[in-house]
């Protein structure tokens, strides 16, 4: 997770929408946040934990087992995610969220999810 994606925020072709695309790493809000990490990574979990050998794992871990929830992990915010359902899949992997973000809350209402690599046919253009 050091070395994640920066953000991509653009507007839709449509007037008078704020949604936009995301870029970074689905991952846990206790790793994301320093809840049990001093570097924002999974590092330390792994180091206490030697049979999580993985980010997704590691995710899913702190998710399922510690109470953490999914969250977009950019190189500079932590983003919360209103469809923790539509997150799991994508757990500790790099990706593009298209949705709308609450500035007030910090939180995306996500639209969909999709690999940062994905070619966006009907989702919004990054500039």
Known sequence: MAALAG???TATAGPGTSEKIF???IADSQCALNVHSLSQSHKEMMGIKPEI???TECVRFCVK?????YVLETKTKVY?????????PW???KVRVVGTL???TNVIT???IETEAASPRSSPKPD
Request: proline share 3%.
């Open 7 to 9: 953000i991509a925020l």
């Open 23 to 25: 870029t970074g790493e």
């Open 53 to 55: 050998k993985t980010d």
């Open 65 to 69: 087992e510690r109470g953490g929830r």
């Open 80 to 88: 919360k995610l209103d469809a923790q359902v539509l997150a799991e």
């Open 91 to 93: 757990a500790g992997q």
């Open 102 to 104: 609450d500035p007030k």
């Open 110 to 112: 996500v639209e969909k």
